[in-house]
């Protein structure tokens, strides 16, 4: 085992190459100051390397390396686009730089809406309490210093309050036109007391990519996050998302992710008030180089709470999945209900799965659970549907879809939930 000392050497040296010709952006005196902190706990801690305990499952150093690896643009081939048929505002983000002429107008009533770049020119801001704030709360007890690196030079991104509840759902459409480059994005979201609203995300942000998502629910307030991560097979990025919630507050947040290169997803949540609801799920289908990391900590730190975390991945050709999640329950924490799942579904013996689940519980009158499952299709279904008259291609589709079933049913939104099964279907025919 490498001693303590000098792994931590060996992630600073990682950080101090990685930022060795960047200056921190300028800004106003809030942002600023944010910035200038979490610079500081960037350089104390050091960028991850595959020694890290929560790195020991996927190499980051394609996510921390100083140039970013080309990726090939990829051809949609007519495919419509994600979301495309629903009625919603545009957000538009090119190469990770938002593009106004292309996006809706940021008016919108419920919603108070403006861009990174606006409002860090500011000296005051309402996301002045809420910037880097929940980053630097998600460093214990795991070190997450690529937020961190996202907080100190994130230039683009979206500061969204919602005080209502606006009639048409928020999408940040992300659209990539260069083979090179890496982005990083900051979106600020905080939902007052009673408001409700939709948040939804496609597309591929950059070759390479660093986001970070930190969200306010207050209480009895809701917020619905639906995300589909760009098909592009080459590209790589880190995706996070820092979330607390006040009394009676809810929130969904449901990914679906096909092919790419590396992505790891975290996912911070805090259940602050009693009686809130957290449900964090995935869908993920990949094949060939393709390693795919959600990285899943829920804290319950106030009573009758409840949690789900529900994780479905199928993997073919050489494909690697990686589900880390934990479910920590505060002595205060009584009447907790928690609930996590994680399984994959291996259609051939090169793809691989690797799991590590965890529970902490501290209270007494709780009701949690965790199960993680790894397999191929059952032959026994297989042989029932095959009787039946269907092909074998046609059996193995019914099987799959059915599998990933349970995560889509953490949409809310059965129009949603649907649009997304049928592209997941269209990947899946076009495989399987």
């Not at 095959?386 to 092909?391: E, N, V």
Request: overall charge negative.
């Amino acid at each position: 085992m490498i001693p303590r000392a000098k792994l931590k050497a060996q992630k600073v040296d990682v950080a101090e190459a990685f930022i060795a010709d960047r200056a921190l952006p300028e800004g106003g005196a809030w942002i600023t100051r944010a910035r200038e902190a979490a610079l500081a706990r960037l350089t104390d801690m050091g960028l991850p390397v595959k020694r890290d305990e929560y790195w020991r499952y996927t190499d980051p150093r394609r996510l921390t390396e100083t140039a970013a690896q080309e990726a090939a643009l990829l051809d949609p081939q007519g495919e419509a686009p994600v979301f495309g048929a629903f009625d919603r505002v545009k957000l538009v983000f090119v190469d990770g730089v938002f593009d106004a002429e292309a996006s809706d107008s940021l008016a919108l009533d419920g919603v108070e809406l403006c861009t990174l770049a606006e409002a860090a020119r500011a000296d005051l801001h309402w996301a002045r309490d809420l910037y880097g704030t929940l980053e630097a709360r998600a460093q214990a007890p795991v070190e997450r210093s690529l937020a961190s690196l996202n907080t100190a030079y994130a230039t683009e991104g979206l500061l969204i309050r919602v005080t209502g509840k606006p009639a048409k759902p928020l999408s940040i459409i992300y659209r990539r036109s260069a083979t090179g480059g890496e982005a990083m994005v900051r979106h600020v979201i905080r939902v007052e007391p009673g408001a409700e609203a939709t948040i939804l995300e496609n597309g591929p942000i950059a070759a390479r990519f660093n986001q970070v998502m930190e969200v306010d629910i207050a209480e009895g307030a809701t917020l619905h996050h639906v995300r589909a991560q760009g098909r592009d097979h080459e590209r790589a990025g880190a995706a996070h998302l820092f979330a607390q919630l006040g009394a009676g507050s809810q929130l969904k947040s449901f990914t679906l992710t096909a092919n790419g290169a590396l992505i790891r997803n975290e996912a911070v949540i805090w259940l602050d008030g009693e009686e809130g609801s957290a449900h964090i799920a995935g869908a993920t289908v990949g094949d060939g180089s393709f390693h795919h990391d959600d990285t899943v900590f829920i804290n319950h730190a106030a009573p009758r709470c409840e949690s789900r975390q529900v994780f479905k991945k199928v993997l073919r050709q050489g494909a690697i999945g990686v589900f880390q999640g934990k479910i920590l329950v505060d002595q205060v924490a009584q009447l907790t209900d928690g609930y996590q799942i994680s399984q994959s579904l291996l259609l051939d013996e090169d793809a691989q799965f690797l799991a590590k689940p965890e529970l902490e519980i501290y209270a007494d009158d709780v009701k949690c659970s965790h199960g993680s499952t790894s397999g191929e299709i059952d032959p026994h279904q297989l042989f029932y549907l095959r009787a039946r008259g269907l092909r074998e291609d046609q059996a193995k589709l019914l099987l799959v879809l059915a599998f990933l079933a349970e995560a889509l049913d953490e949409i809310a939104d059965p129009e949603l939930a649907e649009d997304l099964r049928e592209r997941m279907e269209a990947w899946l025919k076009r495989r399987v």
